[in-house]
């Protein structure tokens, strides 16, 4: 999905830029032949489906590797407090035939209560098994303890669970297995096997240099799954963030049995919902069907700007104008449309009245319309995107943050609805990384229903200077207008999120930046079950994605729409 950047000046006008200029913009979007909906890949009846109905996966057999260790704290939490979920997606997605396993690997068997003097330990839970509520059970006495640093036998616990292991025989300098994994995979079922670790390999030596034999028993064990039909997936929870590159092993591991590679918030928050996305998709991949990357960057001799979405077909510049510090003096530039990427010089003849860069507060605004084909419908749509950002002049020169050069905002928002079904799940990650930054927020996250409904995310403002966050809808913190804060309607929803952000640049001075998007998607009823995914990632923009139709305005200033219309 995609991000929002507004900033809106502190003099007026403040719509009036837009509104002033929509019939102007609405010809050259027909003109583009563009779409006024952003939903990636709707597919009824995709060969991806998930798992939302009862017996969607036959028979599985799931078994849980959890890193235990001192660090995992957050993730162990956010698993076990949405434990019961958890199963009973698993257990509607076998049509109530399903065996769990659970193994966690650190220096403390929660189960038994034992801490052990060597750190890196392999401990067999539950073999495959279907007394569910004796896995929930020995799940929730998880702990985070020791672990005496990086790395952990992340390698040793897949080598275990893909292989059937033993405990016989099964040790090193730092650790060995304890009690054996040995019931089979039944033949018949989805083989699912989900990790969930922060840290690269180690095995029993608590050893790791990229490339040496960890990394390969883990890629081993990864051909060994694919082998034997068990999509193994990796849950990344960056704690210390990637480094050793543990990143990029997890997903080669997912991506070599068929699995599926998510990471969560360095916190573990969405670490629950990374694992009933993987049940969701009977363990395969998670889908992705769009993925936008925008780039707007300030630097001293002009505006930078590209853009690049799956299956794009074109992206113009079709508005650009510089505001004065004086807030009266509007530059125009008219070399519009242009294709992107694209370089607007701050000299080019073609801005009127031209330019020259006194001292101050000056304001871009710029609108882009990107066109892409949609890989499965074959469908045209549109991107639209709106920005507006803030910068000084310092003595004729563009201030930027000190040994930068460059003042840029990098944005990354991912709606994974898995698809958005009726009364389903879905989750929003928001990130977002400004050049300078000193604090970043997410102001506001709301969503309209068809019938014109609200519903709030009341946890706000959340702090993402750090790192992203992921928020699982519905959940807590979540309030709705009529009561029912739920996928409890089929049709167009449109989602608002704003984003707060602070920098400083060379001045020394503390810039604001306000960003806002609306986004516009599909809840669909499972009989229309397909692959809806929205990623979004913008660099200084305020993006706003918009459908060309009638709107009316309520009084809270939000469109509000009618019908449930699932055209795209």
């Known amino acids: ?182 019931e089979p995979w039944r033949v018949t079922a989805t083989k699912i096997a989900i990790l969930i670790t922060d840290a690269p390999p180690g095995g029993f030596d608590d050893s790791f240099s990229a490339g040496d034999s960890h990394q390969l028993l883990m890629h081993a064990a990864a051909l060994d799954a694919l082998g034997k039909g068990i999509k193994m997936s990796d849950v990344f929870v960056p704690t210390f963030g990637d480094y050793d590159g543990q990143k990029a092993i997890l997903q080669d591991n997912a991506a070599t049995s068929g699995g599926a590679f998510i990471e969560t918030n360095s916190d573990g928050t969405g670490t629950s919902a990374a694992i009933k996305a993987i049940i969701s998709t009977c363990g395969g991949p998670v889908p992705v069907g769009l993925e936008i990357k925008k780039t707007v960057i300030l630097n001293q001799e002009g505006i930078q700007v590209d853009e690049q979405i799956t299956s794009l077909k074109q992206a113009k510049i079709v508005e650009a104008t510089l505001v004065e510090p004086d807030k009266k003096t509007i530059h125009v530039f008219h070399n519009v449309t242009m294709d992107v990427p694209a370089f607007i010089a701050f000299g080019d003849p073609a801005w009127e009245p ?47 943050p000190p040994g930068i050069g460059v003042v840029g905002f990098d944005k990354d928002i991912v709606i994974s609805p898995h698809p958005a079904q009726l009364n389903g799940d879905m989750t929003i990650k928001i990130g977002e990384n400004i050049t300078g930054q000193t604090k970043v927020l997410v102001a506001e996250v709301s969503l309209s229903k068809p019938s014109g409904e609200v519903v709030s ?61 609306w986004i516009d998607f599909n809840v669909i009823p499972e009989s229309m079950i397909g692959t809806i995914a929205l990623i979004g990632s913008s660099l200084g923009g305020f993006v706003a994605f918009r459908r060309i139709r009638a709107k009316n305005n309520g009084s809270d200033g939000k469109p509000k729409r009618s019908g449930t219309s699932l055209g795209i």
């Open 1 to 182: 999905m995609t991000l929002l950047v507004m900033t809106q000046s502190d003099s007026a006008p403040k719509d009036s830029f837009w509104r002033d200029r929509s019939r102007l913009l609405k010809s050259k979007m027909l003109a583009l032949v563009l779409s006024s909906v952003l939903v990636a890949s709707v597919v009824a009846g995709s060969a991806i489906r998930p798992a939302y109905s009862t017996g969607e996966c036959g028979p599985i057999d799931l078994a849980i590797l959890l890193d235990t260790t001192g660090s995992m704290g957050g993730a162990i939490s956010n698993i076990k407090a949405d434990l019961p979920g958890i199963v009973s997606q698993a257990q509607t997605a076998s049509g109530s035939d399903l065996k769990l396993g659970y193994i966690t690997f650190g220096q403390v068997d929660f189960v038994t209560g034992t801490v052990y003097d060597k750190s890196e330990n392999v401990f067999v839970q539950d073999n495959l098994t279907t007394d569910l509520t004796t896995v929930q059970n020995h799940i929730n006495l998880a702990g985070a303890f020791g672990g005496s640093g990086d790395p952990e036998a992340s390698d040793e616990a897949k080598n275990t669970a893909v292989n059937n292991l033993a405990a016989l025989g099964r040790s090193g300098p730092h650790g060995q297995q304890y009690g054996d994994f040995t």
């Open 354 to 400: 031209g330019v020259k860069l006194v001292d101050g507060k000056w304001e871009l605004k710029m609108q882009i319309v990107a066109t892409y084909e949609d890989p499965v419908t074959r469908e045209l749509k549109n991107v639209e995107q709106k920005i507006i950002i803030q910068f000084d002049i310092d003595h004729g020169q563009v201030s930027t």
């Open 457 to 517: 995310y009341t946890t706000l403002p959340v702090d993402i200077t750090t790192g992203s966050v992921t928020i699982p809808f519905p959940g807590t913190g979540w309030v709705s207008s009529d009561g029912k804060p739920s996928l409890d309607q089929a049709g167009m929803w449109q989602m608002d999120i704003e984003i707060i952000g602070f920098y400083q640049d060379g001045t020394l001075a503390i810039k604001k930046i306000n960003q806002k998007l």
